[in-house]
């Protein structure tokens, strides 16, 4: 596959993409944002 062609293009758009919504999903998951989300199970009372 040449490095001009659209299906390269293409195919480099995705992985950043995938690559971007993977990092975006961590920073959510561990950085500063998560301080703000509940555990479900904590507003359970048995």
């Known amino acids: 596959m040449e490095i ?3 299906a390269f293009s293409l195919a480099i758009v995705i992985l950043v993409v995938l690559i971007s919504l993977t990092g975006f999903g961590i920073y959510v998951s561990f950085g500063p944002p998560a301080n703000t989300l509940e555990e ?3 507003r359970q009372e048995d």
Do not use: F
């Open 4 to 6: 001009g062609t659209p």
């Open 40 to 42: 479900p199970w904590d």
